[in-house]
């Protein structure tokens, strides 16, 4: 029997010929489901479609010739830095010192952002001298026990030694009595020590490497002492090389490496070691505004330990050419033109009885080379000099009034020399009473000089007559201010024209203009009297 309905959408569907156990059917519920099973089928063949091509995209390069990027490795890096440090450690050595110091001495510390850093201990009072210990670094350069070290680590202020010098090696136990060392030599001008210890067996050496082969960017290790926490190892790099941190005589030698890697007060006179386990650098300095590491630290270079450790060995003290002429490190290129060279270093002043003296150079000649060595500035100069033995000849090539002329110098001994330096009445200017003439555009004033302060530079400055003008002030961050001329200066010259009174001072100033180089030969006043200087600039 076959049963209808009124209502729409419902049929039998043997009426389609499809049997149906004989019920009825919803219709639209089926087709409804027919349409998405349809529909998810058409998504699916569309989807392969797509996959496919974009996997096929894919396969083409988008970047041809490219590289991936690999990963670090980290791991690489931290065994060269183990391997180092268990190669390099064993050769560095904790100092300790003990000192009976004065009371109201200075501590040993340097003053100013650039600290030496060697760990000062427990003092105790005993009467009124206070016992000072202080802690340091250094390396074994030798197995019979020869050790280098800082020399501010093992003498005090006044450069005497320290009363007691004790020496541990790695491992060693802290309250063992160490080795009690003795100074071989030092030498203040690079702040370089030498020590002896005999251990009486042969003891682990680090190598010396080559440091003008160090670039800026190459990886390092500081090994010391820390606060006296015995070989300490820390990582940087080189940051800077040849740096000046030390002004006039006493900072001549000390061009020292830059490093980030920490090295902290203890670490004074051990090594600076690059990847190779080699020893590049003597720790010396740092700069800090808390004295502990702010991040910049200072190395001595091995090149200029390796002269200083075998001249100390070899004679006892450090052997430095000289020739008895002053003259600036650097030089404004308006100085050197002043004289008519295109480079050269300008003779500021040549000393009594020395080998510039007896070889015939004067103030105002400009030395262009030393054994046909070009020389440049003044460090070129030093270089050169200071690296010749005492007592050899080398040829000085030079200009003078534009001429080149060349003389025969015996080289003789800086500690001489030096020693030498500076001897002489020192004078009290009172400003006289006569008139003083404003200097104008060259930013001073000055007066008829004294004749007692005339009377006295000239004998000192071996010059043929009295002369000159005495600088009664300098305007701040005027002409003059800016090439360093001060107060109670004595100027000599302007331009090569010798000045004798105000008035040669006043037709000198008359013909100035701005742009025109201006050359001044002063006499400045030094610790012992005075000393002759050339000054020079483009007026503004």
Not at 305 to 328: L, T
């Amino acid at each position: 029997m076959a049963f209808g309905s009124c209502g729409l959408g419902v049929y039998n569907l043997t009426q389609w010929g499809v049997p149906i156990m004989g019920k009825p059917v919803n219709i639209r519920r089926y087709w409804a489901v027919l349409m998405i099973a349809l529909t998810l089928s058409i998504g699916v063949l569309i989807g392969t479609v797509i996959t496919h091509g974009v996997r096929a995209d894919r396969e083409l390069p988008i970047a041809p010739g490219a590289k991936l990027l690999g990963d670090p490795s980290p791991v690489k890096l931290s065994n060269s830095f183990s391997n180092i440090a268990a190669a390099v450690s064993p050769a560095v050595v904790n100092i300790d010192t003990t000192s009976a110091v004065q009371l109201g001495s200075g501590s040993g510390s340097s003053s100013g952002p650039f600290k030496h850093f060697f760990q000062f201990g427990p003092g105790g009072l005993q009467g009124h001298v206070m016992k000072q210990e202080s802690q340091g670094s250094g390396v074994i350069l030798d197995s019979a026990g020869y050790i280098l070290t800082n020399d501010h680590v093992i003498v005090q202020d006044d450069q005497q030694p320290v009363d007691s010098i004790q020496v541990y090696l790695r491992n060693q136990d802290t309250h063992t009595r160490g080795y009690q060392a003795r100074v071989i030599g030092y030498d203040a001008w690079t702040d370089l020590a030498v020590l002896k210890i005999d251990a009486h067996r042969s003891l682990p050496a680090a190598s010396l490497g080559d440091s003008k082969s160090m670039r800026v960017g190459d990886w390092v290790l500081a090994i010391g002492s820390p606060f006296g926490l015995r070989t300490s190892v820390t990582a940087g790099i080189i940051s800077a090389k040849g740096r000046e941190i030390e002004p006039g005589m006493q900072g001549e030698f000390k061009r020292f490496i830059q490093t980030d890697a920490a090295i902290n007060p203890g670490n004074s006179g051990g090594p600076l070691v690059n990847l190779a386990g080699q020893v590049i650098g003597i720790n010396t300095a740092i700069a800090t505004r808390r004295d502990s590491y702010d991040g910049v630290g200072f190395a001595v270079p091995s090149d200029v330990v390796r002269k200083v450790y075998n001249d100390i060995i070899q004679h006892g003290v450090v052997q430095r050419g000289a020739i008895g002429v002053n003259f600036d490190e650097f030089q404004n290129p308006a100085l050197v033109k002043g004289f008519g060279a295109r480079y050269g270093v300008v003779v500021q002043a040549v000393q009594p009885g020395t080998p510039a003296d007896r070889a015939g150079l004067k103030l105002g000649d400009v030395i262009t080379a030393v054994d046909s060595t070009p020389v440049h500035d003044g460090d070129e100069l030093l270089d050169v000099i200071s690296n010749t033995n005492p007592g050899t000849r080398v040829q000085v090539e030079y200009l003078r009034d534009g001429k080149r002329q060349t003389t025969s110098v015996v080289v003789g001994s800086m500690n001489k020399i030096a020693g030498n330096q500076g001897i002489g009445p020192v004078f009290q200017e009172k400003t006289p009473k006569s008139a003083v003439k404003q200097g104008g555009i060259l930013g001073l004033t000055v007066t008829d000089l004294p004749s007692d302060v005339a009377k006295g530079a000239y004998q000192q400055l071996h010059l043929s007559q009295p002369e000159g003008v005495l600088v009664e002030s300098v305007e701040p961050a005027g002409f003059a201010d800016g090439l360093g001329i001060q107060k109670f200066d004595i100027i000599l010259s302007i331009n090569h024209i010798p000045l004798h009174s105000i008035n040669d001072f006043n037709r000198v100033l008359s013909g100035l203009k701005s742009g025109q180089d201006v050359l001044f030969l002063l006499a400045q006043r030094s610790g012992m009297g005075y000393s002759t200087r050339f000054v020079a600039d483009e007026l503004p």
